[in-house]
């Protein structure tokens, strides 16, 4: 139980353009997931924190209008990158916490993203 | 701001010794400790976790003890095999405005050398 899936699993994408990237549980319901990026040899850091039906709330200095979040059902919130740039080459991996739980987070596998 | 300092950074033991990992937290209002192991390019895997009102607990070669007065809370391997060679992350559950969230430690990479 408390399986997480993401994607794409990897993208390359071209400098300008947009990626959405997708999260979702598989085998139960997720009031809340998190987004976070990963830089190499680095920890993860929370991105923005998602919850069903209402806007994300974003971490100091994560710019909103760069990275959309959509959490428009209770097993599936959404990334865009919008007009990607080199800078957002990272890992991006999401996280979904149980309805019933007030802290345990499931993680899914990742998305690598590289931009040209 | 809310942080957790994780030490060491890389750790190198035998294959059979033990590997200790220590991580402080700032918030006293935590009250959830987990830890993930990561493989290069994978997601996090919760190995262990430990809530406030518990001081110490253990999953076969795994065990995890909180000392919550000193903010303190550490990851103990005991006999260690080279399949247990990964990043490891020790993390504290903060709820600043009512959402729980996780900080993370900065990692330890551990190798078990055969």
């Known amino acids: 139980g408390a399986v997480v899936s993401q994607h794409p699993s990897r993208v390359i994408c071209k400098s300008g353009t947009s990626v959405k990237i997708e999260c979702r549980s598989l085998d139960f319901q997720a009031t809340t997931m998190f987004w976070y990026r990963q830089f190499p040899k680095q920890s993860l850091m929370l991105m923005a924190t998602?919850?069903?039906?209402?806007?994300?709330?974003?971490e100091q200095g994560v710019e909103k209008d760069k990275f959309l979040i959509n959490h428009a059902s209770l097993t599936l919130s959404t990334l865009t990158v919008t007009s990607a740039h080199p800078e957002d080459s990272s890992f991006y991996i999401c996280?979904?916490?149980?309805?019933?739980?007030?802290?345990?987070?499931?993680f899914g596998p990742g998305t690598r993203l590289t931009v040209l | 701001g809310e942080n957790v300092e994780q030490h060491p950074s890389t750790l190198s033991v035998q294959e059979g010794d033990s590997a200790v990992i220590k991580c402080t937290y700032s918030?006293?209002?935590?009250?959830?400790f987990p830890w993930y192991k990561q493989e290069l390019g994978k997601r996090p895997q919760l190995i262990i976790d430990i809530r406030s009102n518990v001081g110490e607990k253990k999953d076969q070669r795994i065990a995890v003890t909180l000392n919550k007065t000193a903010k303190h809370f550490s990851l103990h391997i005991t006999e260690t095999q080279p399949e247990d060679s990964a990043v490891y992350f020790c993390a504290a559950s903060i709820a600043p405005s009512g959402t729980y969230k996780y900080i993370f430690g900065t990692g330890t990479r551990l190798k078990v050398l055969a």
């Open positions: 918030d006293s209002a935590s009250n959830y």
């Open positions: 996280s979904a916490r149980l309805r019933t739980s007030t802290d345990t987070q499931y």
């Open positions: 998602s919850n069903e039906g209402s806007k994300a709330t974003y």
